[in-house]
């Protein structure tokens, strides 16, 4: 059983930058592959980013293509997701998400994810 506590959510500026983490606990990091999704109010959860086992895949979603990166440390059991030139339409709370039931890949559906964290709040104003 994992468990996730992200951390590094808050208020920026338009063209600001965060950098959001994911501590993960209670299973071997490394057979784990990870993504951070994002909910804004009324609508459904999305993906943002995802990274396989080995962090030698990564996958975003074209609207933040460019401006956001996911990486892992597994020395730190952690997962991170910098996000720079933000925009309003950023605004959500992020989660970050593990899942080892399928091959070293990354993946996009929810589904495919067993464990989720709590969320964090990113609020960009323009």
Same mark, same amino acid.
Request: proline share 2%.
């Given at each position: 059983?994992?468990?996730?506590?992200?951390?590094?959510?808050?208020? %920026?500026?338009?063209?600001?930058?965060?950098?959001?983490?994911c501590?993960?606990s209670?299973?071997?990091?490394? &057979? +784990?592959?990870?993504?951070?999704?994002?909910?804004?109010?009324?609508?459904?959860?999305?993906?943002?980013?995802?990274?396989?086992w080995?962090?030698?895949?990564t996958?975003y /979603?074209?609207s933040v293509?460019? =401006?956001f990166?996911?990486?892992?440390?597994?020395?730190k059991n /952690? %997962? !991170?997701?910098?996000? &720079? &030139?933000?925009?309003?339409?950023?605004?959500? %709370? +992020? +989660?970050?998400?593990? @899942? &080892?039931?399928?091959?070293?890949? %990354?993946? =996009?559906?929810r !589904?495919? !994810?067993? +464990?989720?964290?709590?969320g /964090? @709040?990113? /609020?960009?104003?323009?």
């Open positions: 059983q994992v468990q996730l506590v992200e951390s590094g959510g808050g208020l %920026v500026q338009a063209g600001g930058s965060l950098r959001l983490s501590l993960a209670g299973g071997t990091f490394s &057979n +784990y592959a990870m993504a951070w999704f994002r909910q804004a109010p009324g609508k459904e959860r999305e993906f943002v980013a995802a990274i396989s080995t962090g030698g895949s996958d /979603t074209d293509k460019g =401006r990166t996911i990486s892992r440390d597994s020395a /952690t %997962v !991170y997701l910098q996000m &720079n &030139n933000l925009k309003p339409e950023d605004t959500a %709370v +992020y +989660y970050c998400a593990a @899942q &080892n039931r399928w091959r070293d890949s %990354v993946y =996009r559906a !589904y495919q !994810y067993d +464990y989720w964290g709590q /964090t @709040q990113v /609020t960009v104003s323009s």
